[in-house]
T-cell receptor
Framework: QQPVQSPQAVILREGEDAVINCSSS?????VHWYRQKHGEAPVFLMILLKGGEQKGHEKISASFNEKKQQSSLYLTASQLSYSGTYFC????????????FGGGTRVLVKP | DTEVTQTPKHLVMGMTNKKSLKCEQH?????MYWYKQKAKKPPELMFV???????INESVPSRFSPECPNSSLLNLHLHALQPEDSALYLC?????????????FGPGTRLTVL
């Protein structure tokens, strides 16, 4: 039931854009996005609650396609501070209030 | 106060020891969680407490014993652990255990079992 994230890793130059995808084989209640820097706790970015919803935080935004059971995270005009591992977490309709994380996408932004 | 605190930061224990991890939050959250995270892997849910009652146990071995003495505190009691239990143990809390609420994570306890 673990969601599948792609790509597994991405290297960017400052100012470049990237997309991280998260897909599930099960119907979803919600999708959560977190970023974890090395040696630190995961930090919440955003939650998407219904189909078609898009949210943004500064130049990081996300969309949720409920029909396709997919979410995408968009890193726009990336900054050095965007480096870290991004996890999507999903709540599946059949599994109660249990957040299951994808395998993570490691993002490195270089100057 | 918008943080989750965890103690200790690091813990080294032998396989016959008994130790406890502690987690505290003062945000008025009524859901608290324990996760286990191995290197380069995502956090894996172990337990969920909702309104101080255990609501989810992800088939965790009995050598891990959670306890929620009150709405602000969450403990994880450890006994007779195995070397493969070495990991980062993260505590998190949220307003409640519904799907709408973000989870706030503590910095974790890095556990090494010898």
């Amino acid at each position: 039931q673990q969601p599948v994230q792609s790509p597994q890793a991405v290297i960017l130059r400052e100012g470049e854009d990237a997309v991280i995808n998260c897909s599930s084989s099960k119907a979803l209640y919600s999708v959560h996005w977190y970023r974890q820097k090395h040696g630190e706790a995961p930090v919440f970015l955003m939650i998407l609650l219904k189909g078609g919803e898009q949210k943004g935080h500064e130049k990081i935004s996300a969309s949720f396609n409920e029909k396709k059971q997919q979410s995408s995270l968009y890193l726009t005009a990336s900054q050095l501070s965007y480096s870290g591992t991004y996890f999507c977490g999903i709540l599946i309709k059949a599994a109660g209030n249990k957040l299951t994380f994808g395998g993570g996408t490691r993002v490195l932004v270089k100057p | 106060d918008t943080e989750v605190t965890q103690t200790p930061k690091h813990l080294v224990m032998g396989m016959t020891n008994k130790k406890s991890l502690k987690c505290e939050q003062h945000m008025g959250h009524r859901a608290m969680y324990w996760y286990k995270q191995k290197a380069k892997k995502p956090p894996e849910l172990m337990f969920v407490y909702s309104y101080e009652k255990l609501s989810i146990n992800e088939s965790v071995p009995s050598r891990f014993s959670p306890e929620c003495p009150n709405s602000s505190l969450l403990n994880l009691h450890l006994h007779a652990l195995q070397p493969e239990d070495s990991a980062l143990y993260l505590c998190a809390s949220s307003l409640d255990a519904s799907s709408y609420n973000e989870q706030f994570f503590g910095p974790g306890t890095r556990l090494t079992v010898l």
